[in-house]
Each structure stands twice: as structure tokens, then as C-alpha cells.
């Protein structure tokens, strides 16, 4: 997830991180859009952001907030990590 904050310097890890996110069964929508960050794959980043706005209701929110369009894609990221690694956190119910 880190590695999307500087694209570039994560594009070297790239492979590894592929092979670790097939080993992860089922879905990770934060890991699938970090993915797409690192590999500045615009139209995936753009698909996997709406598609995370059809069934959380903070994500069309998070993408109509003034700022950088990078800036918003990384609180989705945020937003879909949280909610996929630390789903019982109190501050979230």
C-alpha cells in the first residue's frame, strides 16, 4: 500500500508485489487500487474507484473533495485499506 505514495520508487518491486497479491485469495479491492497506483494505470485506478463508490458510500465523497486527483485516489486507497485491514474499528460503526 506504501509503494503508492511514490510510484516510482515502488516500480521496481512491481513483480514481487504481483506475486503476492495472487497468493491473497478472494478480493482486495485496497491492494488491487494500490497496485494500479504504483503502476500508473490510470483507466484501472479510475474503474476500481468507482467500483469501490457502488458499495461505500465515503468513496464518492473522498473523490469529490477539492485537490489533486492523485491526493484523491490515496484517501480512497486509505479508505478501502482500512475498511479491508482493520474492519472493526470503533470509529468506523
Not at 500500500?1 to 478480493?27: C, K
Not at 473522498?62 to 470509529?91: I, S
Request: overall charge negative; charged content about 25%; glycine content about 4%.
Amino acid at each position: 500500500m506504501l509503494g503508492a505514495l511514490d510510484p516510482a520508487s515502488a516500480a521496481p518491486l512491481l513483480p514481487e508485489i504481483t506475486v503476492f497479491r495472487r497468493t491473497i485469495s478472494g478480493a482486495s479491492p485496497a491492494l488491487d487500487l494500490a497496485i494500479a497506483l504504483i503502476r500508473s494505470d490510470d483507466t484501472r485506478v479510475t474503474d476500481l474507484t468507482l467500483q469501490a463508490a457502488t458499495w461505500d458510500v465515503e468513496i464518492p465523497r473522498l473523490l469529490d473533495t477539492d485537490g489533486p486527483l492523485f491526493a484523491r485516489h490515496l484517501n480512497v486507497l486509505v479508505r478501502l485499506a482500512m475498511a479491508e485491514f482493520a474492519p472493526d474499528r470503533p470509529e468506523d460503526r
